[in-house]
């Protein structure tokens, strides 16, 4: 009786720290997805960040080596706003999408 006892006991703490060592582990695959979550996020709001700067630095350089008269930059920087911001919607679409897909 008491050796049936003994090993139902055995048995159980087996299960039970079975259980436990398969639930720490899943906990710990949870954790490390979550921090490529957040090391993914960082890094896209880095790159919107960066993107910003390029598109404020690329309108500045576009300026100074056109070297348009008053009448030719009347006529291209609209034309070229909006390529620009149609651009920047394709852009948005692929930052989108591959923030959907990396989560």
Do not use: H
């Amino acid at each position: 009786m008491k050796k049936s006892i003994a090993v139902c006991l055995l048995l159980l703490s087996v299960l039970l720290s079975s259980g436990i060592l398969a639930q720490s582990q899943e906990t710990q695959k949870q954790t490390s997805r979550t921090a490529m979550t957040d090391a993914q996020r960082k890094n896209l709001q880095e790159y919107i960040d960066l993107r910003s700067n390029v598109r404020q630095q690329k309108d500045e350089i576009m300026g100074a080596v056109m070297a348009l008269n008053v009448d030719q930059a009347a006529n291209f920087w609209p034309i070229y706003e909006e390529y620009d911001a149609e651009l920047t919607k394709l852009d948005n679409r692929r930052v989108a999408n591959s923030s959907v897909l990396s989560c």
